[in-house]
């Protein structure tokens, strides 16, 4: 059993802040990267919000920019308390020390049951649907005996192999990253076992609003949620094009260990998994290979140095001046269809990383900029 002791570091947002910081990441065009780069820019939240309609003005928009009110990250911040949730942000104590390591970590969470699995280290493991029967046994295997080592199991409540990991560790822990909000679980037939899992020593996780249905698109997050949360994942099952390809490939984004089980090349469920193998994932046939591979990432100053790196949560300053008309023109002329990277704009353009990143902010909240990754961007396609 794992004797895992980081301390719970950060800043509890105060309402006021929860509230402004639900409005910003709620308004139009501003993701996690966004969000992260307006308070870094503006300091607060509330000075980011202040600012945004010229910012969007600015970058291009004809149309009025739509800001998330008060009452309406009010009404959240309640429906949130009805349903027995609350809303962590990435500065928080209780908020994922691995996911805050990750570009582009969500910066509010919406969490609901045993918050402190929120700070053990997990472990992912996603798979196929349509599971085989000896894929649902492995899982549940890899998963009660991960759970005995310590380990949170990490999943995203799909039926087959999700599942069958969940109901594994729903004695040692386990959480459910969802791609709706927390009220809109999917698949339906899974309620029961959220309920089991929120009830008990588990934890339901989204960034998505309350109320919001996942469509295809949601998906991706979720697993990125998955990939991020997670010291390693452990793919079981995986078809060509399965979104447990996207989790893996997150997981190899974020330097997250990537654990493949091998299967049947007759089997087209382990097409995917196979090919992971290829590319250099660890071969997986006993709990045994996923425990002996991520012990040396749990000893308790590994996970303590994880947790030590806090974004500020909010500091009061002056946002640096705007760039004029034709140094904004220096930067926009620099962006193309093809992905740059931010620091080559820089370079190029001779001008202060603040303003390029300004210049971006306002591109961004006007639709006109496409993000790649932490430091990629491009012009949006004209519609």
């Not at 308390?81 to 919406?110: K, M, Q, T």
């Not at 609901?112 to 649902?136: D, F, Q, T, Y």
């Not at 620091?343 to 001779?350: C, P, S, V």
Request: with cysteine.
């Amino acid at each position: 059993m794992l004797n895992v002791s980081a301390q719970q570091r950060g800043i509890a947002l105060t309402e006021r802040q929860k509230i402004a910081w639900l409005r910003l990441i709620r308004s139009d065009n501003v993701g996690p990267a966004t969000f992260r780069d307006l308070i870094n820019h503006f300091g607060t939240a509330e000075a980011a919000l202040e600012a945004l309609p010229e910012l969007s003005r600015r970058g291009g928009s004809e149309r009025a920019f739509r800001i998330a009110t008060a009452a309406d990250a009010e009404r959240e911040l309640e429906a949130a308390h009805r349903f027995g949730a609350v809303f962590v942000g990435i500065g928080e104590p209780n908020y994922p020390p691995a996911l805050r390591e990750i570009d582009g970590a969500p910066p509010l969470l919406a969490m609901k049951g045993h918050i402190e699995a929120a700070m053990r280290p997990s472990l992912g493991i996603v798979g196929s649907r349509n599971a085989s029967v000896s894929g649902a046994k492995f899982a549940a295997m890899i998963a009660r005996d991960a759970g005995a080592a310590g380990y949170v199991i990490t999943s995203g409540l799909a039926r087959g192999i999700d599942t069958a990991a969940h109901r594994a560790s729903l004695q040692t822990g386990t959480i459910a990253a969802l791609a709706g909000g927390l009220d809109q679980p999917y698949p339906p037939e899974n309620i029961g076992l959220l309920q089991e899992m929120t009830s008990g020593e588990g934890l339901a996780i989204s960034e998505m609003p309350f109320g919001w249905e996942p469509r295809a698109r949601d998906f991706p997050r979720r697993n990125r949620l998955i990939a991020g949360v997670s010291l390693g994942v452990t793919i079981i099952e995986a078809a060509n094009r399965s979104g447990s390809l996207i989790t893996a490939r997150y997981a190899a984004d974020f330097g997250r260990l990537v654990f493949a089980v091998p299967g049947s090349p007759l089997d087209p469920r382990c097409h995917g998994t196979n090919d992971l193998l290829k590319q250099g994932a660890t071969v997986t046939t006993s709990s045994a290979d996923v425990l002996e591979a991520l012990a040396p990432l749990t000893r308790d100053d590994l996970l303590t140095r994880l947790d030590i790196k806090e974004p500020t949560i909010e500091n009061t300053r002056t946002a640096p001046a705007a760039p004029d008309d034709g140094e904004r023109n220096r930067i926009v002329e620099a962006l193309g269809p093809t992905p740059v990277e931010i620091d080559d704009i820089i370079r190029h353009t001779a001008l202060s990383a603040s303003q390029v990143h300004l210049v971006l902010l306002e591109l961004d909240l006007a639709g006109q900029l496409c993000r790649h990754g932490a430091n990629l961007v491009s012009l949006a396609p004209k519609e």
